[in-house]
């Protein structure tokens, strides 16, 4: 699998290209802003746009998902339906964090734990990582050990739970069940900082073992 890192919106969210390098076949992960950069990306590369995959409702990841849509043809799929109130609330959102006006979109295709979305010769399955928000998914692609896992997990830290409907233990427990039992080397790859390994995460992340609670 192949991976472009492209950092949008003054959130430096790290949108992803992903694409099978058998077929081309890719998929935008989290087009939270700054579309022009990402098609630039996509160009560059050559790559066949066949998906727009969301991991979340919130702004940073989802603010250009309905141009991309329709600038390749394609569906948004993804996240969870229990993020519905977060794509609802997008104007509100706008407000929050101060971006430019949105409005409410749904995807095409939610997703639940246990789905594959199948991206060329590739099966990315879906987990369901609630607590960051309640739709929040991660994607893990087990040829390539690489998971996904938008605001979920960082290096050194964990997502927010002090939005609407976030909850700590829900998202601690996520982790736990959805996540660190992935291979030590599980390569991470999150919605904002630097990419890091399940293994690294297990051994050093200050949230997780017990040292704040
Ligand atoms: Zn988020
Ligand atoms: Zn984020």
Known sequence: M??????VTPFMQNCRVIACESTGKAAIVDPGGDADKI???????????????LTHGHLDHVG?????????????????????????????????????PHKPFFPQRWLNEGDIVELG??????????GHTPGHVVFYEPASATVLVGDV???GSVGRTDFPKGDASQLKHAIETKL???????????GHGEDTTIGYEKRNNPFMSGRFG
């Not at 192949?2 to 950092?7: A, M, Q």
């Not at 250009?64 to 609330?89: C, M, R, Y």
């Not at 660190?180 to 999150?190: A, G, N």
């Open 64 to 100: 250009v998902s309905e141009e991309l849509a329709k600038q390749f043809n394609v569906d948004i799929v993804g996240p969870h339906i229990d993020d519905t109130f977060w794509l609802e609330g997008l104007p509100m959102q706008a407000q929050m964090f101060g971006f430019a």
């Open 153 to 155: 997990l960082f290096k």
């Open 180 to 190: 660190f039992t992935l291979d030590d080397e599980t390569r991470v790859l999150s």
């Open 2 to 7: 192949k991976v472009l890192t492209i950092p």
């Open 39 to 53: 098609i630039a990306a996509v160009k560059e590369y050559n790559l066949d746009v066949d998906l727009v995959l």
């Open 121 to 130: 010769a590739l099966s990315l399955q879906v987990r369901h990582c609630p």
